[in-house]
């Protein structure tokens, strides 16, 4: 019986966390373009830095940070997309306080540098309807896009 109880009260802790962290994810989702670091989100959810960066992980598959530049990178293609605004304005407009940041993290995750990108998806998505622009788009981590190339037998 003093198992179960155990057991029940580690499953109990265990669901709280997880809605802990979709709360973590959901402010990313929302305030990608405020200032926000782990410490900052980790002390919205009552669990330390440490906590918060391991347990996302092991949800989620990534960092918070991670996840937050992933958001930024997102929304920064849209609006490279668009083409009004320069490189700089839209590093600024999605949250990142540096140009160089920005850009290193826009080329991991999309492959080519945002002026590149800004070309390019100008001339690769015109005419395509945004649901389709928004799922073809979509930045991969380069670890997830090197997947192996089929044999053909």
Known sequence: ???????????????????????VRDRIDREYARPLDVEALAR????SAGHLSRQFRRAYGES????????????????????????????????CSSLGTFSTRFTELVGMPPSVYRREAARSTKGLP????????????????????PQLA
């Open 64 to 95: 918070p940070y991670s996840y937050l530049m992933t958001r930024r990178i997102e929304r920064a293609m849209a609006l490279l997309r668009r083409g009004d605004l320069s490189v700089t304005e839209v590093c600024f407009e999605v949250g």
């Open 1 to 23: 019986m003093i198992v179960q109880v155990t057991s029940s009260s580690a499953t109990e802790q265990h669901l709280r966390d997880l809605a802990r962290l979709r709360r």
């Open 130 to 149: 945004t649901c389709v622009v928004k799922q073809v788009t979509r930045p991969v981590r380069n670890r997830e896009a090197r997947a192996a190339e």
């Open 44 to 47: 919205g959810v009552s669990m």
